[in-house]
């Protein structure tokens, strides 16, 4: 399986800030790679796929890049909609799996 | 627009069988694979299975020996049913679309199943 692994855990940020989250996959996945929000209580939403396509709808102050192994999910500025936990996912190969999760707390 | 409507047994014990089904409302339900992806409490996401309308599947091999996912096309349905559970597979379930490029782009509401004796 291939393992994903994000950074940090958890964030702690205020409204306005560029926050950045990372996702490593174990293996060489291209550019198959997802993003997911999720608040509490809910069902993920999907932000990005391909790595850096916005799911439509998505404000432009997401943005995803990255590629191979070394993936990031970039907030330019936050909004107080956007803490909550954020996931990635891999789409090369099954089975598919997703990386632990990071919170972004209110500072 | 495209929705995901959920249901099955919430309180099983353990050595029971899991069993939900989640029904598919607008769109095609011959383009895509239908998937479903398991939270326990606290934790991270972990993707089970997913089944197209011709019947292929595809398990994760952690699971294989105790899920099967099936499709009803007659209704847009497509149900997960798991044996043998434990504590363990006490988590949210939720069904999900996955389109290309292999992205889960529309989510059920999620069924909590608590397994406790």
């Known amino acids: 399986d291939i393992q994903m692994t994000q950074s940090p855990s958890s964030v702690s940020a205020s409204v306005g800030d560029r926050v950045t989250i990372t996702c490593r996959a174990s293996?060489?996945?291209?550019?198959?790679l997802a993003w997911y929000q999720q608040q509490p209580g809910k069902a993920p939403k999907p932000l990005i796929y391909?790595?850096?396509i916005l799911q439509s709808g998505v404000p432009s102050r997401f943005s995803g890049s990255g590629s191979g192994t070394d993936f990031t999910l970039t907030i330019s500025s936050l909004q107080p909609e956007d803490f909550a936990t954020y996931y990635c996912?891999?789409?090369?190969?099954?089975?598919?799996?997703f990386g632990g999760g990071t919170k972004v707390e209110i500072k | 627009q495209v929705q995901l409507q959920q249901w099955g047994a919430g309180l099983l014990q353990p050595s029971e069988t899991l069993s939900l089904t989640c029904t598919v409302y607008?769109?095609?339900?011959?383009?895509?694979?239908w998937t479903w992806i398991r939270q326990p409490p606290g934790k991270g996401l972990e993707w089970i299975g997913e089944?197209?309308?011709?019947?292929?599947?595809n398990y994760n091999p952690s699971l294989k020996s105790r899920v099967t996912i099936s499709v009803d096309t007659s209704k847009n349905q497509f149900s997960l049913k798991m044996t043998s559970v434990t504590a363990a597979d006490t988590a949210v379930y939720y069904c999900?679309?996955?389109?290309?490029?292999?992205?889960?782009?529309?989510w059920g509401q999620g069924t909590m199943v608590t397994v406790s004796s």
């Open positions: 293996q060489d996945i291209s550019h198959w």
């Open positions: 607008g769109g095609s339900f011959s383009a895509y694979y």
């Open positions: 996912q891999q789409a090369n190969s099954f089975p598919v799996t």
């Open positions: 391909a790595a850096s």
């Open positions: 999900a679309r996955r389109r290309a490029p292999n992205a889960f782009d529309i």
């Open positions: 089944i197209n309308h011709f019947g292929s599947t």
